[in-house]
């Protein structure tokens, strides 16, 4: 067979320089997997160190500065250099322009140069870690960030504020292509989920980043200058720093897991072969998270000195945009109802998604709640919440997309035994990392010390045995899928039996992705039909 | 059509006009007390008259599309939104409460 | 000048498409930047309704010819601008380079005057941080005021000097008879964010100049 010398996007060319200076969205996006697995165990790490510290009462593994510094750097790089990018820079890049039928993004040289200008920041981030890290959390609250922080805070925030321009540009890149770029009779609502999640995470993206940007400018200004602007004793507000920061970091969460939720949406029609129940309702759904999402950032600083009036307003908006996710939530599994379901790997991540983000949706509602969060607020019941959203959410749903478009991305199929046992590892570690974590912030717990009373020990070791196996989870795909690439079996355009225009063309996909341009006729998950009656490829063909 | 088709040189020049008078404008009753807090309304009003003008003409948004309006509408409004979150607690701090 | 060949990239369809993607795009990108400027706008509305006599004060120590005459300065070089791509237009090389050259110059005419103010706020010590000196109780918030006077006029500086080099491309690229009628996206979008620097200043001129002028 001539499978193997057929020209695809991976072998078109050799060498770095091929590497380095592609503008190909494929290839970029295999430059941002590499950037953030390593973000990611740089992240791991940290959190392996906080959870080894965490198993006795005592502060007895490191200082409690040093311990600062853990929880800070753990929290900035998975938040800043994994959480944000990784769906969108990886999968988003490789399949938008894929899932429209089109060639590319719309700016090809400026998807290269988000690349880069995340590669310059992570590594302002890492030489501000390597030289001793910082120790204010990720969150930068003034005045001790701007002014008695005796750590590397400058250096961390250049980073984040310059890799904000990748996440900038990135969303740029892809409502201009979305909006712009769709094959021939492929209307909004035909578009898969997958890529109405995105186009609604980079409206996050585009009008969010910018305020971070500018308020990390500000405390940057304000450590190097001694401006006052943040500092009490100068007439300055800390509580406005919060604002700024949260206008932004709030939104961010559904950075994090919007692209999640538009993996699921394609997973679960896939594997249970049926058309997503309330397709509209989901995709405009999505718009609301991020829409609403903008105007709950309050809810953050209930406890901080925030007037009691825009407390009850942000608490309030907070319960609205529960709703949307709720939508979500039930079409899911509405449409797993009398589908025919089989449970391949990424389909487990998926259903463990349903479940696991329920949870943790729901103790937002608690956290909403704003006499709960009164008792709860800065205690480990808010770390569980979040950690079951941006942990059982996101990243379950970014390792169920890996798994699902790796057929695709390098014509190699996975080991599905062992991808199935690693997601219930995942699953069963996380869980056991992180529910206890509800019971602890309930009873008292407070985050961020490295130090608690005896009694809360016991679901503090199960909370560390839970990360271990949760590490094990986590570390068998990056073996497996590397192995894959060499002894994987070969895979087929579309070993799924999937809907979609990226399982229309080869795995893995010519440069230009498709020979002719395809016309659509359908809306997606058509799976009552044949591709051949949904997707029409004629016979002029486009250079 | 393309999107900014033209806009004649006279309109430009007819913007160009009006922007310098709004700003002698703005700057002449700045030192008038018009009483009530008004001054500040006045400010800002004259300049959001003055950018209208600017976006308008000058970046051809009178002769674009749809969409160009929603981006544009989109930023501005956007602004409004943490301005009047951040200032809906700033001006509430000492309402009654418990 | 409709001599030029001009290249449409690879992922786009046909020229429209790419100048709408690139119009739309340039868009997108100022809205971020109203998102940005905004920021310090939110910060600085915040502390002028916490401290409007100290704002008062302190924006009273600002030169209002000054700002005034930058004011027109810079909506002139906004109708320069808009003349430039006009030219581009309508197919007149000349006047494109010629109204992009006095768009330059009447930028650097505008840089000139704010480095002569923060000049002279040096040297009255209204710069924030250890030299600040304001008399009276109204002292801390007005150097607050200052840190955002520097702050956004600062910023709003750094944009225009890249629009300048933005400006100085185009000029160049414009000799080399780049651009015709049926191609000059690079001069329309330059011109968008020309004018976005320009509006930047249209709100920051009555907020920082004009606080409490008739007190």
């Given amino acids: 067979m001539n499978a193997q010398r057929r020209e695809h996007y991976l072998n078109v060319n050799y060498g770095v320089r091929s590497w380095l200076l592609t503008t190909d969205h ?99 981030t890492l030489a501000a870690t390597a030289a001793g890290g910082v120790d204010t959390g990720w969150t930068f609250y ?182 949307p996710s709720a939508i979500k939530v039930f079409n ?38 704003l006499g709960f969060d009164v008792h709860v607020t800065d205690t480990y019941f808010v770390v569980a919440h979040f950690h079951y959203i941006m ?50 912030g309930f009873l008292g717990m407070p985050r961020r010390y490295h130090a608690y009373p005896p009694e809360f020990q016991v679901l503090n070791v199960m909370s560390s045995a839970g990360a271990s196996i949760l590490a094990v989870g986590y570390v068998l795909p990056l073996v497996y899928l590397i192995w894959s690439l060499r002894y994987g079996a070969v895979a087929g355009r579309n070993p799924w039996g999937a809907r979609g225009l990226e399982w229309e063309t080869d795995s893995p996909p010519p440069t230009h992705n498709f020979d002719t341009t395809p016309r659509v006729t359908e809306s997606a998950y058509a799976y009552e039909k044949e591709p051949e009656e949904i997707y029409h490829f004629g016979a002029t063909a486009h250079v | 059509m393309k999107n900014g088709a033209h806009i004649s040189v006279r309109a430009y020049a007819a913007v160009f006009a009006a922007l310098l008078a709004l700003t002698a404008l703005t700057t002449g009753v700045a030192f008038v007390d018009l009483g009530g807090g008004l001054n500040n309304v006045a400010a800002l009003a004259i300049a959001v008259v003055k950018a209208v003008l600017v976006i308008l003409y000058f970046m051809h948004v009178r002769t674009s599309d749809r969409f160009t309006w929603i981006v544009v509408g989109a930023g501005f409004f956007w602004l409004l939104i943490l301005v009047g979150g951040v200032m809906d607690d700033l001006l509430t701090r000492n309402w009654p409460g418990r | 000048m409709s001599d030029v060949i001009t290249v449409r990239a690879h992922q786009f369809d046909d020229l429209e498409q790419q100048h709408e993607a690139s119009w739309i795009g340039m868009w997108i990108f100022l809205a971020t930047e109203v998102m940005f400027f905004g920021g310090m706008f939110t910060g600085y509305a915040f502390y002028r309704a916490a401290y409007p006599q100290a704002f008062a004060a302190a924006s009273n120590r600002l030169d ?9 300065v810079l909506i002139s070089s906004s109708f320069t601008m808009a003349l430039a791509v006009h030219g581009a237009e309508t197919g007149r090389r000349k006047a494109l380079i010629r109204f992009l050259l006095l768009t330059i110059v009447l930028g650097a005419v505008f840089l000139g005057i704010k480095f002569f103010e923060y000049h002279s706020k040096f040297e009255e ?12 109780l109204l002292a801390r918030p007005a150097e607050i005021f200052f840190s955002f006077y520097f702050a956004m006029t600062g910023m709003h500086a750094l944009h225009m000097v890249i629009g300048i080099g933005l400006l100085a491309v185009m000029v160049v690229k414009a000799r080399r008879g780049r651009f015709s009628t049926g191609y000059f996206t690079p001069v329309e979008l330059t011109g968008l964010y020309w004018h976005f620097v320009d509006i930047v200043w249209i709100f920051l001129f009555p907020l920082l100049y004009l606080v409490g002028r008739h007190l």
């Fill in chain 1, 26 to 124: 494929k290839r970029i996006a295999w430059l941002y997997l590499v950037s953030v697995t390593f973000f990611f165990f740089v992240g791991g790490f940290f959190a392996t160190l906080i959870r080894l510290e965490l198993l006795t009462p005592q502060g007895d593994l490191v200082q409690a500065e040093t311990y600062n510094k853990l929880f800070t750097m753990h929290g900035v790089t998975m938040v800043f250099f994994f959480l944000i990018p990784s769906i969108p820079a990886v999968l988003g890049n490789f399949l938008i322009p894929m899932m429209i039928g089109a060639r590319d993004l719309a700016f090809p040289k400026l998807n290269l140069a988000s690349w880069y200008i995340f590669i310059i920041g992570g590594l302002f």
């Fill in chain 1, 142 to 323: 003034t005045p001790y960030s701007s002014i008695y922080s005796n750590t590397h805070v400058a250096l961390t925030v250049v980073g984040i504020f310059v890799t904000g321009f990748s996440s900038i540009l990135t969303g740029l890149n892809f409502i201009v292509t979305i909006h712009k770029m769709r094959a021939p009779g492929l209307t909004w609502f035909r578009l898969p989920l997958f890529v109405w999640a995105h186009y609604a995470t980079s409206i996050i993206f585009v009008l969010g980043t910018p305020v971070l940007a500018i308020t990390l400018a500000l405390v940057g200004l304000e450590r190097i200058f001694g401006l006052g602007i943040f500092d009490p004793a100068r007439g300055g507000d800390p509580v406005l720093f919060q604002h700024l920061f949260w206008f932004y970091s709030h939104p961010a969460v559904y950075i994090m897991i919007l692209p999640s939720m538009g993996i699921v949406s394609e997973l679960i029609a896939c594997f249970s072969r049926k058309r997503i129940f309330g397709y509209a309702f989901v995709a405009f759904a999505s718009l609301g998270i991020a829409i609403i999402g903008f105007l709950v950032w309050g809810h953050h600083m209930f406890v901080s000195g925030q007037s009691v009036h825009a407390g009850l307003v942000f608490s309030l908006l907070s319960f609205l945009v529960a709703i």
């Fill in chain 1, 332 to 369: 899911w599994t509405a449409t797993l109802y009398k589908g025919s379901v089989s449970y391949d790997a990424p389909m487990l991540y998926s259903l463990g998604f349903i479940g696991v983000f329920t949870i943790g949706g729901l103790t937002g509602l608690f956290l909403a709640t």
């Fill in chain 1, 391 to 440: 942990v059982g959410g996101a990243v379950m749903g970014y390792l169920g997309g890996i798994h699902f478009w790796w057929p695709k991305m390098t014509g190699r199929l996975y080991p599905e035994i062992l991808a199935r046992l690693a997601a219930l590892i995942v699953f069963l570690g996380f869980n056991l990392t992180f529910f206890p974590q509800f019971v602890l």
């Fill in chain 3, 64 to 72: 209002v010819w000054l700002g005034a005459i930058n004011t027109a």
């Fill in chain 3, 125 to 136: 010590h209204l710069v924030p941080g250890h030299s600040f000196q304001f008399e009276g």
